[in-house]
């Protein structure tokens, strides 16, 4: 990709398939890229399998100011560019409300990620940022002191939260999350797992690093 437009179609091409995987509502969630001093980010109150190019908000990261004054930035605008502010690593953050890690939000049981090898090296240790009120910047503060050492969140009683160095992989996170909390749910009180002991753990990120 070179150009803004490119940028602005790859954001609206991922914040639609996120529907259509059924990881987020209608009108929920969040998709953003870091370009530059630039973040690109979907809007607010649109319908998310129906989103054009055109109607990706451009935003200058370090001032926070629109270069798209007349698109409606996400209300979880200021949590995307905080967790760019803490890890320049990133270049993309996928948020979303999927039914079951949107669940383990709420519950005090964590997500179990060492099921699955694919699980544990994507995810590492899902970690919870305390609930804040969506939209504040309590929040994006919380999420943004999570992410700096961990790829994803969820929010307490709120959603889930994943980042990576493209689009494809924060998505990708996004989607895993899904499946190691519907296999946490499926398997819990009624079957008796065998997680990956640290020993495995270790081999995985060694290997694979």
């Given at each position: 990709m070179s150009g803004m437009e490119d940028y602005r179609a790859e954001v609206a091409r991922y914040m639609a398939r996120l529907y259509e995987r059924g990881l987020t509502t209608a009108c929920g969630g969040n998709v953003s890229?870091?370009?530059?001093?630039?973040?690109?980010?979907?809007?607010?109150?649109?319908?998310?399998?129906?989103?054009?190019?055109?109607?990706?908000?451009?935003?200058?990261?370090?001032?926070?100011?629109?270069?798209?004054?007349?698109?409606?930035?996400?209300?979880?605008?200021?949590?995307?560019?905080?967790?760019?502010?803490?890890?320049e690593d990133v270049c993309a953050v996928?948020?979303?409300?999927?039914?079951?890690?949107?669940?383990?939000?709420?519950?005090e049981e964590p997500v179990e990620t060492r099921l699955i090898a694919e699980n544990c090296y994507l995810l590492g240790q899902v970690v919870k940022a305390p609930y804040a009120l969506m939209g504040t910047k309590e929040l994006a503060g919380s999420v943004a002191r999570c992410i700096m050492e961990h790829d994803v969140v969820l929010m307490e009683?709120?959603?889930?939260?994943?980042?990576?160095?493209?689009l494809l992989t924060a998505f990708e996170r996004m989607e895993v999350l899904e499946r190691a909390a519907k296999m946490t749910y499926l398997t819990g009180g009624r079957v008796h797992p065998r997680p990956l002991?640290?020993?495995?753990?270790?081999?995985?990120?060694?290997?694979?690093?």
């Open positions: 890229l870091r370009a530059g001093d630039l973040m690109y980010i979907t809007p607010s109150s649109i319908d998310k399998a129906a989103i054009m190019p055109s109607q990706v908000a451009i935003i200058d990261i370090a001032s926070a100011r629109s270069l798209t004054p007349d698109i409606r930035v996400s209300i979880e605008g200021e949590m995307h560019r905080q967790v760019y502010l803490a890890r996928v948020h979303s409300h999927p039914l079951f890690a949107s669940m383990y939000s709420a519950l009683n709120h959603g889930a939260l994943t980042v990576g160095t493209s002991d640290d020993a495995q753990v270790a081999a995985i990120m060694k290997d694979f690093a």
